[in-house]
């Protein structure tokens, strides 16, 4: 379970103006002429015909199905960037290992070499035009500054622009003093997780991981139904074809949780059903939102039970297991 506690003036910056974060994303660089073309038999989306400047999100999924990673891919003349939800480079990297068999593919970690910030607001995609002298792109493809500054679009949290900035390393300080004279703040990684789970985002290592699969997490945007066969095509085909998703993510507004629940990321939840006393469910992220004024959750609800306005029990798991809090079923994202 993830677990965030914003911090106000930052939060309030995040909800009012426009903001920067610094990510902790892996990086991947990949060559060989095979390398989109491997991409686009191993993972769900169709990223094998991306032309330079181009770009996607895929999934990485196990042979069971499951989310391993949700990278950016995007194409360059000469080689891809693969950009991680999550820091795992090694692991990514040896799940590409294992099904390169006679590809002409090859991947180094670039994570040293690249900063990944995240910009969001409403007045983002000006202030950055101001500050790069290009226009920011609309998504699916990618903008490069002189400076070699990349600019992707990303997912909104609370305002109309989000963005993503690769930033090479060595520039990073002068990148951020820029930010910083545009009139966007920067929010700390907590703040952000707070405002991303306010819009109902998953993230890898909470939401995203070989616990769920990509129509469990609400990912079917990234899956192409007519590329063909990919690594978990066919279990992942077989869920939507048979209306078989056990389990759907919901946001959840909670009242009554014991105090040091917030505290204790080490602490799992489990969803239950108050009236047949079981469980239904699991909690994945943890927060405390000042816009809604209660502490909300992100969690995976079994089908039959995934519905707004359902009321349950988070229970404690372990041999003190007990009612932690309650709490009320929504969809996402959040009303704020």
């Not at 966007?184 to 070989?210: C, D, F, K």
């Not at 899956?223 to 978990?232: D, F, M, P, R, V």
């Not at 029990?313 to 009612?323: D, N, Q, T």
Request: proline share 4%.
């Amino acid at each position: 379970m993830l677990t965030s506690i914003p911090d106000p003036e930052h939060y309030s910056a995040g909800r009012s103006g426009t903001v920067f974060v610094r990510f902790q994303r892996g990086v991947i660089r990949g060559t060989g002429t095979d390398r989109l073309d491997l991409l686009h038999r191993l993972s769900t989306n169709a990223v094998g015909q991306l032309q330079p400047g181009e770009e996607a999100i895929t999934i990485l999924s196990s042979d069971k199905g499951r989310v391993v990673e949700v990278p950016r891919v995007l194409a360059f003349s000469d080689h891809l960037l693969m950009v991680l939800l999550g820091d795992d480079v090694a692991g990514v990297r040896a799940w590409l290992d294992k099904y390169t068999i006679m590809d002409d593919f090859t991947t180094a970690d670039a994570t040293a070499e690249v900063a990944v910030i995240g910009v969001y607001g409403e007045q983002a995609k000006s202030q950055l035009a101001a500050m790069f002298g290009i226009a920011p792109p609309d998504a699916g493809t990618c903008a490069v500054s002189e400076t070699g500054v990349i600019i992707l679009r990303d997912a909104r949290l609370n305002g109309a622009g989000a963005f993503l900035l690769l930033v090479p390393t060595a520039d990073l300080p002068a990148a951020t003093q820029q930010l910083h004279q545009q009139g966007i703040a920067e929010i700390n990684p907590e703040t952000w997780h707070t405002l991303r789970i306010e819009a109902g985002q998953p993230w890898v290592g909470a939401e995203l991981s070989q616990n769920y699969n990509p129509l469990e997490a609400g990912l079917s945007q990234f899956i192409s139904w007519t590329k063909g066969c990919y690594i978990g095509q066919e279990i992942i085909a077989r869920l939507d074809t048979y209306d078989k998703v056990q389990r759907h993510l919901m946001g959840m507004v909670l009242e009554g949780l014991q105090n040091g629940v917030m505290e204790n990321a080490a602490m799992e939840l489990e969803v239950h059903d108050p009236v047949e006393t079981k469980k239904i469910g699991n909690i994945t992220s943890l927060t405390a939102s000042p816009a809604i004024g209660k502490r909300i959750a992100l969690a995976y609800i079994r089908t039959q039970y995934a519905i707004p306005g359902y009321q349950v029990e988070l229970r404690s798991v372990g041999e003190e297991g007990g009612v932690v809090g309650r709490g009320e079923l929504v969809s996402l994202p959040f009303s704020l």
